[in-house]
Nanobody, 114 residues
Framework: VQLVESGGGLVQAGGSLRLSCAAT????????MGWYRQAPGKQRELVAG???????NYADFVNGRFTISRENRKNTLHLQMTSLKPDDTAVYYC?????????WGQGTQVTVSS
């Protein structure tokens, strides 16, 4: 199983980024998928999650700025981020949960300059 994230980078405050995560090598059906982030000196925290049925949930700090989506046939996850703030600077990780295990990507850096 491999999760490959892409789409991170440097953006100015107020800008947008779209993160993607491609999950390959899955032998079992994917249940929940989600994005987490970890800023320097802080714990990893949930940003957004989406169930296999498409139910979305977001951390309070998202406040309508991000949208999570998935393509089930491709086992692909996306996070559209708008109105980015310097506080959104972190390494963003993709998480995939199956019946037997959950998996993490290697992370993609998002840096928002003021």
């Amino acid at each position: 199983v491999q999760l490959v994230e892409s789409g991170g980078g440097l953006v100015q405050a107020g800008g947008s980024l779209r993160l993607s995560c491609a999950a390959t090598g899955m032998f079992f059906a994917v249940d929940n998928m989600g994005w987490y982030r970890q800023a320097p000196g802080k714990q990893r925290e949930l940003v957004a999650g989406i169930s296999s049925g498409g139910r979305e949930n977001y951390a309070d700090f998202v406040n309508g700025r991000f949208t999570i989506s998935r393509e089930n046939r491709k086992n692909t996850l996306h996070l559209q981020m708008t109105s980015l703030k310097p506080d959104d600077t972190a390494v963003y990780y993709c998480n995939v949960v199956t019946r037997f295990a959950d998996y993490w990507g290697q992370g993609t850096q998002v840096t928002v300059s003021s």
